[in-house]
């Protein structure tokens, strides 16, 4: 039972990445007014709003596919499953970061809480080593 939860939770994990994927890509807005990532302190007046809109989209769609893949590894038994959450959890926390605006303002809306969420993976998977599914 545990195994099920946890792989529906990275899977679901992925999924909230494709919420961010759609703000990005201005195919919805996840709040009114949330312009989440113009403005992101690393590429913003580097590349432009429209650029770095488009790669924080990519970045989405690969931290989303990495979660699936290894929620998805962790439903039909397979060892793997671990090194891939624990790159894909690293990899998302540094995309936030990245395309944070540089403001102490509405974290929950820049990825704040996915940078908790992923910490906690990185914590579990790989300093407890737990869960032990035993493959």
Known sequence: MLRFIIGVFFVLHGGVHLLYFGQSARYFDLKPGMLWPDGAWAFSKLLGNEATRNLASISLILAAIGFVAGGAGILVGQAWWRPVVAVVAAFSSVVYV???????????GQGGVGILINLA???????LRWPDFGF
């Open 98 to 108: 990245l395309f944070w605006n540089g403001s102490m303002q509405n974290l929950d």
């Open 121 to 127: 993976i990185l914590a579990a998977v790989l300093v």
